[in-house]
C-alpha cells in the first residue's frame, strides 16, 4: 500500500472515529433512553459504546479496501473467522448488516429491491436485505465495502450456500464454502477431522487474496479472544439466573453485536468485561431490568428486530422479564470448545456445534434446561417464517414444554413473525396473543 | 331497570355486545348490535344505554375486550377474548374441557382446567381461514340469508370438496363450482367441512379434552356443531347465548 494510501485512510478513520466517541460522551452524559422507564431500568451505561463500536466496525469497513489497505471479507455469523482475521482481513457479516437495517426499520425499502428482481419473499429476510442493499447500494449505515474474498459456512442453514454463490456471482470473487455436517445426536471424529481440513485448505487460497502469509501464532491468539469474549458473554446470560434479573434478553440482544462481529478483537474482550462489571452492581444494588418482574420467561428464535422496544415495553408493563434465550446463548455455549493452543482442531468443533446444526431434541433439552435454571414461567418461540431451521419442530418442542414428562412443564406461546421482515408481522394480532398468554400466566 | 353490579363490552370484529351482571355474576342484562366503522361513538351510545338501564347511580366497572377492547377509553380494565370466553364458558357450563370460540375473523381454541382456569390456548393464523369470515362471505355471494347457512348445509348428504382454506379464494372456487352445475347444498356442506377442518387442526394442537363447548356467533350454526361433533367423537356442548361468552366473562372479570 501507497504512503498516501495509508494517511487516507488513518485520516479518515481517525475523524471518523472521534466523531463517534463524541456521540457516545454525548450519550453517556444525557443518559439517553431507549426505553420508557415507567416499567423498564434505564438502559445500560454501557450501551453508548456497543453503539459506537459498531459505528467504528462500519466506518472501518467503509475505508477498509477502498484504497486497497486491507482485504475484505464477507462471512456468515457463524463462520469460522479466526484464520481470516490472522491474515488482518477486515471482516463484514452481512447479516449483521441486515439486522441493523431491521432496527432502523429499512428492510422494506431494501428487501424491495431483492424482490423487484425475482427474489421470493419466501426467502430470508436476512438474505432479501443484504441482496437488495448491494443491488441499489442502500444502506443506513453509509456504505459497504466489496467484498475480496467470501466465506459461508453451512452451520446456520442451506440459505447461504445460495446466497453466497450469489454474491461470488456478483462481485466475481472467490467464494470459500465450509461444509458442516449435521449433527443429530452427536458429531463423530471425521466430521470434526473433514471440517478441519476444509478450514486448512481455505488457508491457502485466503493468502492469495490477502497477499499476506497465513501467521499461526495470530490465529491462536484471534482463538484464545474469541473464547475469552465468548466466556464474558456467557458470563453475562448466566446472571439472568438472579432474581430479578440485572438484564433482559431484550439488552442481550441489543448488546451481542461485538460478540458475533467483532470477536477474536481485544477491544471486544474488554467491552463485555466492563459489561459484566455493570452487571454485578446493578444485582448488588438489586436493580432488575424489569422494574415490577413478576413472571420469568424464555425467548425462542430470532428477534423482532424491528420490534424489539415495542415487545419489552409491552412485556415490562405486564411485569413480564424474558431473561433467557436460546438465540443470544448460542455465541455463549460454545465458549468452552475454542483450544487456543489446538485452533484448527477446535475451530473445526466449536464450529460444528451452532445449535443450528444439531437436531432439534438437543434445542427442546436446552430449553427445558433453561426452564429449570432460570426458574422460568413459561416460553415464548418465535415462529421465524423466515429461518426455517430455526423454527422447524417449534410446534412439537412446544408441546413438549407444556407436558414435560418430569412434571414441570411451563405454558409456552407460538408467536408467529419474521425477524426482519414488518411485512410478515401483524401487531393488533401479536398483542391478543401476547397479552391472553400472560393473563394465562397470571 | 335492573340491578347491574358490572358490564362487560365485546367490540368484534362484526358484533358488539354489552353484557351487565348482578351481584351474584348473573346475566342481567344485554345488547347486541352489528359493529358499526366508529367504535368509539357506537360504545359511548350503548354505555349511555346502560346507564339508564341499570337501577343504582353508582359507578361500576366496565371490563372491554375483543378486539376493539383498545378503543373503550371508558373501561377500568382490557382483557383478552381468550380469558373472558373461558371465564363467561366455565361459569355458565360450570365444566373444565375444551372450548372453541369461532368469531368474525379469528377462532380460538381455549384448554380450560377444572378450576375454569386457562391451560393452553390457539389461535387462527395471521388471515381470515378457519373464522365466521369464511362462511359469511359465501352467503353474501350466494344470497342465503347467513342463519340458513348451516340448515341448507344439513339439507344434504352430498358433499362437494372445498380445497381452499383461503377465505378470498374458496370464495372464487364456490362461484366456479356453481358455474360447473354442482349443488349449492352439497357446496355449503363442503364449506362448513373445509371450515371444521381447520378449526380441528387448531384443537389438535391445544390437545382435545371432552367435552367441547362452543361459543362465539358461528357457535349457532346447527352445522358447525353436528360436523365438529362428526369430526372429533367428542359430545359439543353450548351455553345458551354462545354469542355474549366474551362479554359476559368480561363482566364477571369486574364483579
Ligand atoms: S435462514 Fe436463518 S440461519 Fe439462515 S441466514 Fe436466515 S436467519 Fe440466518
Known amino acids: 500500500m501507497s504512503l498516501s494510501n495509508e494517511i487516507n485512510y488513518r485520516v479518515n478513520t481517525t475523524i471518523g472515529k472521534a466523531a463517534l466517541r463524541a456521540v457516545r460522551w454525548q450519550a453517556e452524559r444525557q443518559a439517553s433512553n431507549r426505553w420508557k422507564t415507567d416499567y423498564l431500568a434505564p438502559q445500560l451505561k454501557i450501551a453508548p459504546r456497543t453503539k459506537e463500536l459498531i459505528g467504528r466496525h462500519y466506518l472501518e469497513g467503509q475505508y477498509a479496501n477502498a484504497n486497497a489497505h486491507r482485504k475484505v471479507a464477507w462471512a456468515t455469523s457463524g463462520a469460522p473467522t479466526e484464520f481470516l482475521k490472522a491474515m488482518d482481513f477486515y471482516v463484514l457479516y452481512p447479516e449483521n448488516h441486515a439486522a441493523v437495517c431491521g432496527t432502523a426499520r429499512r428492510v422494506e425499502d431494501i428487501s424491495t429491491e431483492a424482490e423487484n428482481v425475482g427474489y421470493s419473499r419466501d426467502i430470508c429476510s436476512y438474505a432479501r436485505t443484504d441482496i437488495g442493499a448491494m443491488l441499489s447500494g442502500k444502506t443506513p449505515v453509509g456504505k459497504l465495502p466489496k467484498p475480496d474474498l467470501l466465506l459461508a459456512c453451512t452451520n446456520i442453514c442451506q440459505t447461504v450456500l445460495l446466497w453466497y454463490r450469489v454474491l461470488a456471482h456478483h462481485f466475481n470473487v472467490p467464494l470459500i464454502i465450509i461444509d458442516t455436517p449435521f449433527i443429530y445426536t452427536e458429531t463423530t471424529d471425521y466430521a470434526v477431522a473433514y471440517v478441519k481440513r476444509q478450514m486448512e485448505e481455505a488457508v491457502p487460497i485466503a493468502e492469495k487474496v490477502a497477499g499476506k502469509k497465513f501467521d499461526e501464532k495470530k490465529f491462536r491468539e484471534i482463538t484464545r479472544l474469541s473464547k475469552t469474549a465468548s466466556e464474558l458473554w456467557s458470563q453475562v446470560m448466566e446472571r439472568g439466573k438472579h432474581r430479578p434479573a440485572p438484564i433482559s434478553v431484550f439488552d442481550q440482544f441489543i448488546q451481542m453485536a461485538p460478540i458475533v462481529e467483532m470477536r477474536g478483537e481485544a477491544y471486544t474482550v474488554d467491552f463485555y468485561a466492563d459489561m459484566l462489571k455493570e452487571i454485578d452492581e446493578r444485582i448488588a444494588r438489586g436493580v432488575g431490568s424489569v422494574k415490577e418482574e413478576r413472571k420469568r420467561l424464555l425467548w425462542d428464535n430470532l428477534p423482532i428486530w424491528y420490534r424489539l422496544r415495542y415487545l419489552a415495553e409491552f412485556l415490562a408493563e405486564r411485569g413480564v422479564a424474558i431473561v433467557a434465550s436460546t438465540y443470544t446463548n448460542a455465541w455463549a455455549e460454545l465458549a468452552p470448545m475454542f483450544d487456543p493452543q489446538n485452533p484448527f482442531e477446535s475451530g473445526a468443533r466449536t464450529y460444528l456445534h451452532p445449535i443450528l446444526n444439531r437436531g432439534t431434541g438437543y434445542k427442546l433439552e436446552t430449553m427445558k434446561r433453561m426452564v429449570k435454571e432460570f426458574a422460568l414461567d413459561g416460553a415464548i418461540l418465535h415462529n421465524d417464517r423466515s429461518c426455517k431451521p430455526y423454527s422447524i419442530g417449534q410446534i412439537d418442542q412446544r408441546d413438549r414444554l407444556l407436558r414435560d414428562a418430569d412434571g414441570r412443564g411451563v405454558p409456552a406461546l407460538l408467536l408467529e413473525a419474521d425477524h426482519n421482515d414488518p411485512r410478515a408481522f401483524s401487531e393488533e394480532q401479536a398483542a391478543t396473543r401476547l397479552a391472553a398468554f400472560v393473563e394465562m400466566l397470571e | ?255
Open chain 2, 1 to 255: 331497570m335492573t340491578d347491574i353490579r358490572a358490564l362487560g363490552i365485546d367490540v368484534g370484529s362484526t358484533t358488539v355486545k354489552i353484557v351487565g351482571v348482578d351481584a351474584a355474576g348473573n346475566l342481567a342484562w344485554h345488547l347486541l348490535e352489528p359493529a358499526e366503522p366508529r367504535v368509539e361513538d357506537q360504545v359511548t351510545r350503548l354505555l349511555d344505554i346502560a346507564d339508564r338501564e341499570k337501577s343504582s347511580d353508582a359507578k361500576i366497572p366496565l371490563v372491554a375486550t375483543g378486539y376493539g377492547r383498545g378503543l373503550v377509553l371508558q373501561a377500568t380494565r382490557r382483557v383478552t377474548e381468550i380469558t373472558c370466553h373461558a371465564r363467561g364458558v366455565y361459569r355458565e357450563l360450570r365444566h373444565g374441557g375444551t372450548l372453541v370460540d369461532i368469531g368474525g375473523q379469528d377462532s380460538k381454541v381455549i384448554a380450560i382446567d377444572p378450576q375454569g382456569d386457562v391451560l393452553d390456548f390457539a389461535m387462527n393464523d395471521k388471515c381470515a381461514a378457519g373464522t365466521g369470515r369464511f362462511i359469511e362471505n359465501t352467503a353474501r355471494r350466494m344470497h342465503v340469508p347467513l342463519e340458513q347457512m348451516g340448515p341448507v348445509a344439513l339439507a344434504t348428504t352430498a358433499e362437494v370438496l372445498i380445497s381452499s382454506t383461503c377465505t378470498v379464494f374458496a370464495e372464487s372456487e364456490v362461484i366456479s363450482l356453481v358455474a360447473h352445475g354442482a349443488a349449492v347444498e352439497a357446496i355449503l356442506r363442503g364449506l362448513h367441512r373445509s371450515l371444521i377442518k381447520r378449526i380441528v387442526a387448531m384443537i389438535r394442537t391445544v390437545g382435545l379434552v371432552s367435552p367441547l363447548m362452543l361459543s362465539g356467533g358461528v357457535a349457532q350454526n346447527p352445522a358447525i356443531r353436528k360436523m365438529l361433533e362428526e369430526e372429533t367423537g367428542a359430545p359439543v356442548i353450548l351455553p345458551q347465548h354462545p354469542q355474549l361468552m366474551g362479554a359476559y366473562g368480561a363482566a364477571l372479570m369486574g364483579l
